[in-house]
């Protein structure tokens, strides 16, 4: 393969598109190897093919505001690849989101949602407004008039998307609602919806929840024992909550959360009602986290992340790009053992290459953070069933499949030395199951 040409040609075609770029020249370089094992893939074009959404929807949204003002969003879904089963991802609402970032989020997806061991393929959506300082009425009419869009292009069994940021539980049920009206059926063609009307259990938590698992068999590879670690999370929404309920309950002791205004280090440990109050925080709609500070008594580190702080485990619960190149040195400065992103490619590419270099356990977004669409592919299967689990039975089924991708990553990512490339790991075992049903289904 000439990565290096295949690169040089998306530039040409989409530049400035830095994040999806970013995104696909991790993929290329990790699979290069394995690709080269097999010229049947460059014979049927399998890379010039997967770099490609098959789709993007762009449209206006049209609302009007509190005070009668009308206000015009842009919206997105961007179909990535349905080789191996329905289109299936989140929908971000964010001032930053650009067909550039959900290109990255739907490419990273369709290799994840290989991964989960489901039947998904892979797709994001998403529109850039911002839920901060709207109020609930023009909430609801946004995701209305989002929906009055978006509808015609998803299904049970076409596409299906889901939360990501500034999309929770309120937002999936104005849109859910939306939806049903406009298509007429109720088949739970949206994921994360309310536990009243075809909700899974633990799928609140359970990006947040899989993050650990994996972390936890990251640790075990070493023979370290997560119990009385101490855990950088940045970030306060539903992930960071997931993550930092499930460290604590493992007896972990988490001691920064941050938002966009700083962090805060709480060095007695977020348990208990203050992770209650993370959710008290989100619900806000402020999106700011010193107010934590003046409740609990600790210090607030404006404009700062918490990669300064010296910690055994680093988890990025917030966005990409989170974590950079200094951030990474500090961290391994300081004796970081284990680096996990729960957030979407959360770590700078130079931040990636540095954990590596220094044989840091280093586990990338799109393996450790796939218990959240793992679940909502076991919210879909019970839909499908008419009827719902218990939460232990979600809850081992996530088990069980944080335990597979991480093996999965061994199988691909196992060094001479016995290090393990995470990166390499993830890329190629979700490549190879991508390709191969790409390869069985011929060009289309
Ligand atoms: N937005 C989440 C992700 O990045 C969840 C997607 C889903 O549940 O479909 O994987």
Same mark, same amino acid.
């Given at each position: 393969?000439?990565?290096?040409?295949?690169?040089?040609?998306?530039?040409?075609?989409?530049?400035?598109?830095?994040?999806?770029?970013?995104?696909?020249?991790?993929?290329?370089?990790?699979?290069?190897?394995?690709?080269?094992?097999?010229?049947?893939?460059?014979?049927?074009?399998?890379?010039?093919?997967?770099?490609?959404?098959?789709?993007?929807?762009?449209? /206006?949204?049209?609302?009007?505001?509190?005070?009668?003002?009308?206000?015009?969003?842009?919206?997105?879904?961007?179909?990535?690849?349905?080789?191996?089963?329905?289109?299936?991802?989140?929908?971000?609402?964010?001032?930053?989101?650009?067909?550039?970032?959900?290109?990255?989020?739907?490419?990273?997806?369709?290799?994840?949602?290989?991964?989960?061991?489901?039947?998904?393929?892979?797709?994001?959506?998403?529109?850039?407004?911002?839920?901060?300082? /709207?109020?609930?009425?023009?909430?609801?009419?946004?995701?209305?008039?989002?929906?009055?869009?978006?509808?015609?292009?998803?299904?049970?069994?076409?596409?299906?998307?889901? &939360?990501?940021?500034?999309?929770?539980?309120?937002?999936?049920?104005?849109?859910?609602?939306?939806?049903?009206?406009?298509?007429?059926?109720?088949?739970?063609?949206?994921?994360?919806?309310?536990?009243?009307?075809?909700?899974?259990?633990?799928?609140?938590?359970?990006?947040?929840?899989?993050?650990?698992?994996?972390v936890?068999?990251m640790l075990?590879t070493k023979?370290i024992?997560?119990?009385?670690?101490?855990?950088?999370?940045?970030?306060?929404?539903?992930?960071?909550?997931?993550?930092?309920?499930?460290?604590?309950?493992?007896?972990? /002791?988490?001691?920064?959360?941050?938002?966009?205004? &700083?962090?805060?280090?709480?060095?007695?440990?977020?348990?208990?009602?203050?992770?209650?109050?993370?959710?008290?925080?989100?619900?806000?709609?402020?999106?700011?986290?010193?107010?934590?500070?003046?409740?609990?008594?600790?210090?607030?580190?404006?404009?700062?992340?918490?990669?300064?702080?010296?910690?055994?485990?680093?988890?990025?619960?917030?966005?990409?790009?989170?974590?950079?190149?200094?951030?990474?040195?500090?961290?391994?400065?300081?004796?970081?053992t284990c680096v996990a992103?729960?957030?979407?490619?959360?770590?700078?590419?130079?931040?990636?290459?540095?954990f590596?270099?220094?044989k840091v356990l280093f586990g990338?977004?799109?393996?450790?953070?796939?218990?959240?669409?793992?679940?909502?592919?076991?919210?879909?299967?019970?839909?499908?069933?008419?009827?719902?689990?218990?939460?232990?039975?979600?809850?081992?089924?996530?088990?069980?499949?944080?335990?597979?991708?991480?093996?999965?990553?061994?199988?691909?990512?196992?060094?001479?030395?016995?290090?393990i490339?995470y990166?390499?790991?993830?890329?190629?075992?979700?490549?190879?199951?991508?390709?191969?049903?790409?390869?069985?289904?011929?060009?289309?």
């Amino acid at each position: 393969m000439k990565t290096e040409n295949i690169l040089l040609a998306l530039e040409a075609k989409h530049p400035g598109e830095h994040e999806y770029l970013q995104a696909v020249k991790e993929v290329l370089h990790s699979i290069e190897d394995v690709y080269n094992q097999h010229p049947e893939f460059e014979k049927a074009g399998i890379i010039e093919r997967l770099v490609e959404p098959d789709r993007i929807f762009t449209f /206006k949204i049209p609302w009007v505001d509190d005070k009668g003002n009308v206000q015009v969003n842009l919206g997105y879904r961007v179909q990535f690849n349905n080789a191996i089963g329905p289109y299936k991802g989140g929908l971000r609402f964010h001032a930053s989101v650009t067909p550039s970032s959900l290109k990255f989020l739907g490419f990273e997806q369709t290799f994840k949602n290989a991964l989960t061991t489901l039947p998904m393929g892979g797709g994001k959506g998403g529109s850039d407004f911002s839920i901060r300082g /709207k109020s609930n009425a023009e909430v609801m009419r946004f995701c209305q008039a989002f929906m009055l869009e978006l509808w015609r292009h998803i299904g049970p069994d076409t596409d299906v998307p889901a &939360g990501d940021i500034g999309v929770g539980a309120r937002e999936i049920g104005y849109l859910y609602g939306m939806y049903r009206k406009l298509a007429l059926e109720n088949t739970g063609t949206l994921t994360g919806k309310g536990l009243d009307y075809g909700g899974s259990l633990i799928r609140p938590e359970a990006t947040g929840f899989g993050g650990l698992y994996f972390v936890y068999q990251m640790l075990k590879t070493k023979g370290i024992d997560i119990k009385g670690k101490t855990v950088a999370i940045s970030g306060f929404g539903n992930v960071a909550w997931g993550a930092t309920l499930k460290a604590t309950e493992m007896g972990a /002791k988490v001691v920064t959360i941050s938002g966009p205004d &700083g962090y805060v280090y709480d060095p007695a440990g977020i348990s208990g009602e203050k992770i209650d109050y993370m959710l008290e925080l989100r619900n806000s709609g402020e999106d700011i986290v010193a107010p934590y500070a003046e409740k609990y008594g600790v210090e607030f580190f404006p404009g700062k992340r918490p990669w300064q702080q010296k910690v055994d485990i680093a988890l990025p619960c917030a966005i990409q790009n989170e974590l950079n190149e200094e951030d990474a040195k500090t961290l391994i400065d300081n004796g970081v053992t284990c680096v996990a992103e729960i957030s979407n490619m959360g770590c700078t590419a130079e931040a990636v290459d540095l954990f590596i270099e220094k044989k840091v356990l280093f586990g990338p977004g799109k393996a450790v953070n796939a218990g959240g669409v793992a679940t909502s592919g076991l919210e879909m299967t019970q839909n499908a069933m008419h009827l719902n689990w218990t939460e232990a039975e979600v809850d081992e089924k996530l088990h069980q499949i944080m335990k597979s991708i991480h093996e999965q990553c061994c199988i691909y990512g196992k060094q001479p030395d016995g290090y393990i490339n995470y990166v390499k790991g993830a890329n190629v075992a979700g490549f190879m199951k991508v390709a191969r049903a790409m390869m069985a289904q011929g060009v289309v």
